[in-house]
């Protein structure tokens, strides 16, 4: 078993690190605090191919693996979770979802620009009573002939202003339950499409979340992906992936608080010594250290699977159940190490406490995390 990294997967963590540092860490706290998207950033983002990493390079993607994903995914999260989070809904859900199920008029008309970050996309799932029971959707799509009547609510919708390709999840045959549901790609000023207001969130502050409303909206039947009642497979399927991509978001985000606590228990003296030379200290670092490798090492045997064309649905659930929780715990801890400074903006840790929570809820629980690993392990 080869656990080194090619000289490939070296320069894109090295290159997402650099982003990083030069262009996200500069503003980070004022566009948390302000709640700004990114904007300049993420379009930077887009050209230097990190928003749709893995597409193939005839629909202008980068044609990279799995692995170099979680590994520029991580690199960003430390400083940044707002923008990773789109880095991730248009590379593993938006990108993903259209390059492996959509045809190939969707792949030229959307892909393209998806790819090359010259448009972002949103994966539209969740509804006031129906977050992750994908089964209960209370939007629905009337078949019209030639085009669908898209009527209802999505909330909690990452990009949700800021999109212009939104994958939408609707019921078309309610009486054929999960087998009834649609999936449709719908463009951003359609008319009866409306975007509601912004939420105002405890972290990624600086991703616009919005609920999104449509009202008898019209969308083309070639915009639909896959065969007729394909749109709960197509959403299964995308938020596997999906799970790679927010695992690592929190692997990264944990990763980032470490460096800070470390950074910070060398330079802080606490009765005449540094306090990284007090053992109450050491023990938590050790700690912090040893779960972010477990980890790290479990985000890249999901992405690994995944690039092996293997079954990847327990291995993505694993390392997102345990990179959220290790995100939580470390945070808390990074905070701890900073004392009264851990309360304080400026010193990042307190932003990074707060972004790591939402790593435990969207892209499902960690409750739905345990039920689609027990699932695969009772087959």
């Known amino acids: 078993m080869n656990f080194e990294l090619t000289e490939e997967h070296l320069a894109v963590q ?4 650099d982003f990083a540092q030069t262009e996200l860490l500069p503003g980070v706290i004022e566009r948390d605090e302000h709640q700004k998207f990114p904007t300049e950033q993420v379009r930077k983002m887009g050209e230097l191919g990190f928003l749709g990493m893995m597409v193939d390079p005839r629909y202008g993607g980068g044609g990279m ?8 995914m991580e690199e960003i999260s430390k400083v940044d979770a707002s923008a990773s989070v789109v880095m991730s809904v248009n590379n593993s859900l938006v990108c993903w979802g259209i390059e492996k199920f959509g045809t190939e008029e969707q792949k030229q008309k959307y892909l393209t620009k998806l790819a090359t970050g010259e448009i972002i996309g949103a994966f539209c799932l969740s509804e006031p009573e129906a977050g992750s029971d994908a089964t209960s959707q209370r939007t629905t799509a009337e078949d019209m002939g030639d085009y669908y009547l898209l009527n209802g609510t999505k909330n909690w919708i990452t990009n949700g202003s800021t999109a212009s390709v939104y994958l939408v999840i ?19 000023g359609m008319e009866g499409f409306t975007v509601g207001l912004k939420e105002n969130k405890l972290g990624i502050r600086g991703s616009d979340t919005h609920s999104l409303m449509f009202s008898d909206v019209k969308v083309p039947k070639e915009n639909r992906i896959g065969e007729d009642g394909f749109g709960f497979k197509f ?7 999906g799970r790679i991509g927010i695992a690592s978001q929190a692997l990264g985000i944990a990763s980032g608080a470490m460096e800070l606590a470390l950074k910070y228990a060398k330079e802080r003296k606490a009765f005449g010594v ?15 250290a040893t779960n972010i490798e477990a980890a790290r090492l479990l985000c890249l045997q999901a992405a690994y699977d995944k690039d092996a064309h293997r079954d990847y649905s327990m291995s993505g659930a694993m390392a997102k159940l345990f990179a959220s929780k290790v995100a939580m715990e470390t945070t808390v801890e990074a905070v701890q190490i900073h004392g009264g400074y851990g309360f304080v903006k400026e010193y990042h840790v307190e932003r990074l406490m707060r972004d790591a929570k939402i790593t435990q809820i969207y892209e499902g629980t960690s409750e739905i995390q345990k039920i689609v ?4 392990l009772l087959k």
């Not at 090295?14 to 690190?17: G, V």
């Not at 609707?170 to 951003?188: C, D, F, M, S, W």
């Not at 959403?235 to 992936?241: I, S, V």
């Not at 540094?274 to 912090?288: G, N, P, R, T, V």
């Open 14 to 17: 090295a290159a997402a690190r």
């Open 65 to 72: 693996d799995t692995v170099s994903y979680v590994l520029a």
């Open 170 to 188: 609707a019921q078309t045959y309610p009486e054929k339950g999960h087998r009834g549901i649609n999936a449709l790609i719908v463009e951003r």
């Open 235 to 241: 959403a299964m399927q995308t938020l596997a992936g």
């Open 274 to 288: 540094e306090i990284a030379k007090h053992q109450a200290i050491q023990f938590k670092l050790a700690d912090m």
């Open 373 to 376: 690993i027990s699932r695969e």
